[in-house]
Each structure stands twice: as structure tokens, then as C-alpha cells.
């Protein structure tokens, strides 16, 4: 999977239902290349195309059980991951992590809302 499918997942995953131009502006690619993409997805079935109840003009991409089941299991992968060198480090080294996490925190939480946006 391109790392542009899997991020447009996790923005699915994170944010709930988006239309594809919101999804193509927060992944940064064209309103056409995410067009493609979505399709793929849907016929991967990690994605469904629903109308929006608040205007029936307007088509959202939702995740399917099988879309967030594979987020889960890509970020249970990842923390694995983490877990598993984190534990290879000294302590002191591991107090500097922890020392750092609220930084890092507040960093991931402004970059969040400025790859998303405002939600429509």
C-alpha cells in the first residue's frame, strides 16, 4: 500500500467521514489523483462512497471495518516497534523520551490541524 493510501486511512480513521477534496487537500495531492485512490480503496473495500445527510449533493468517504481494522493493526505495528527499540535504550536515554513526550505531543497536535484543516 502507498504511503498516500495508508495516510488518507488514518485521516479517515482519525477525523471520520471526509468528501475527496477535503481528503485530496489534507494529503496533498490533486482532487484526480485522490479520485483514483478512493476507487482503489473501495474496490479493496477499506472505503465506502455515502451520501451526506446534511446535503444530498455531497458524497463522503467513510472507512469500512476492514479500513479501520487495517489502521489498528498498522499502528499496533508501529508501537510494537517503538516498544521494542525503546526498550534497547539506557535509562537515561529514556527519561530524555519521556522528558520530551509533552513537546512532542503539542508538536503532533499542530501539525494535525494544519494537515486537516477545518472540518466541513
Known sequence: MSIT????????HRTGPRRITDLAAIEGVTQPAMTVL???L????????????????????SLTEAGASYVRTRRRTGVDAFAR???????????ALVAALPALAHLAELESQDREGPKR
Request: proline share 0%; no cysteine; charged share 35%.
Open 5 to 12: 493510501s495508508a495516510a488518507t486511512l488514518a485521516t479517515l
Open 42 to 61: 473501495e474496490e479493496s473495500g477499506l472505503v465506502e462512497r455515502r451520501g451526506d445527510a446534511s446535503d444530498k449533493r455531497v458524497t463522503l468517504v
Open 85 to 95: 527499540l525503546i526498550g534497547e535504550l539506557a535509562d537515561d536515554e529514556v527519561e
Open 38 to 40: 478512493v476507487r482503489v
